[in-house]
């Protein structure tokens, strides 16, 4: 049975190959690549050795191919992703700047993206984490009720939840947005923010001031703030700790974030302290900037210790 699950978008990937170049504008695009937060996340947990499950929706055509492809073979049970016959995966095109900016047109509406309804009762026990990706919860109002129908059910068997707010801040200003994020903030144990998101989803204007607001949540177990190049800081109740980046030559940040969700995450199924677990997470987030593609690192359990030592 998984450990780890999760559940949300599972789309593919096509990217501008060089940089500054307009999308509307004709060029070369180097894909598909396997795409999807939740996909990166899971993904990165199976090939650090974790059992792990997601749940999902595809088309039944060569792009969903190309992503069930890559995460069965590291180990990913996709039993519960849905194959539509009806509607064609969702599609990512991006573009990059040479400020470090990027821009998206995605094609995820109407598509199997957002059609996974929540498992049943009896499918998934035993589940140490459900993670969760705030970009799930605004891709579509009805995907975002399964999402949370499916955490609900996973608390009430025991299961942790932990979540990226990974959030589109201009749709905070939406009532029924906020109230979902609410929710699932009530019941997350380990909280993965970017310093931004931290303050944005708290309304506070201090970090400080925003960690004791989320600590005021009873579930909540663990802080980790994600700061890019600067590394992390992982807050407890009772204390904190400097994590720093393991600096490499980035070729495409696409996924960083994701694949240091997916280690830290495995890292505490599988023991390790705190500051280890951050570590497996910047080691993973490095591979995977080194790589062009938002999956494509070298990440292994082999080769992120190695990157630690």
């Known amino acids: 049975m998984a450990e780890i699950i999760v559940m949300g978008e599972m789309l593919v990937e096509i990217m501008r190959e060089q940089e500054n170049e307009e999308l509307y504008e004709p060029g070369v695009f180097r894909g598909p690549f396997p795409s999807g937060a939740p996909a990166i996340f899971i993904d990165t947990a199976a090939r650090l050795g974790c059992s792990t499950a997601i749940i999902g929706g595809v088309g039944k055509d060569d792009f969903g191919k190309n992503i069930l492809d890559r ?3 590291d180990g990913v049970d996709c039993s519960h992703v849905l194959e539509s016959t ?21 094609h995820m509406g109407n598509t199997p993206a ?24 605004m891709a579509d109002s009805m995907f975002a009720q399964e999402i949370l129908k499916t955490m609900r059910m996973m608390r009430r068997k025991g299961t942790k939840i932990s ?8 749709l905070l200003t939406d009532q029924s947005v906020n109230n979902v994020i609410r929710e699932v903030m009530e019941n997350t144990s380990v909280f993965m923010p970017g310093v931004s998101e931290l303050l944005k989803i708290t309304g ?32 407890t109740r009772d204390e904190a700790a400097e994590i720093g980046a393991y600096p490499v030559e980035q070729v495409d940040a696409t996924g960083t974030g994701d694949c240091f969700d997916g280690a830290f995450i495995a890292g505490l199924v599988q023991g390790k302290g705190l ?35």
């Open 204 to 235: 506070a204007v201090s970090v400080d001031e925003a960690v004791e607001k989320c600590f005021a949540y009873e579930a909540m177990e663990v802080i980790a703030l994600k700061n890019g190049s600067k590394g992390s800081r992982i807050y």
């Open 163 to 170: 979540f990226d707010p990974n959030i589109r801040e201009e």
């Open 114 to 137: 957002v059609e996974a309804k929540a498992p049943l009762e009896d499918e998934f026990d035993n589940v140490k984490y459900m993670h969760i990706m705030g970009c799930s919860l």
């Open 71 to 73: 995460l069965r073979k």
């Open 275 to 309: 500051k280890e677990a951050a570590r497996m997470g910047a080691a993973a987030g490095a591979l995977n900037a080194a790589a062009f593609g938002p999956m494509e690192g070298r990440i292994s359990a082999d080769s992120v210790r190695a990157m630690i030592k």
């Open 86 to 106: 009806e509607r064609s995966t969702g599609v990512a095109f991006v573009t990059y700047y040479s400020d470090g900016s990027r821009k998206f047109i995605f």
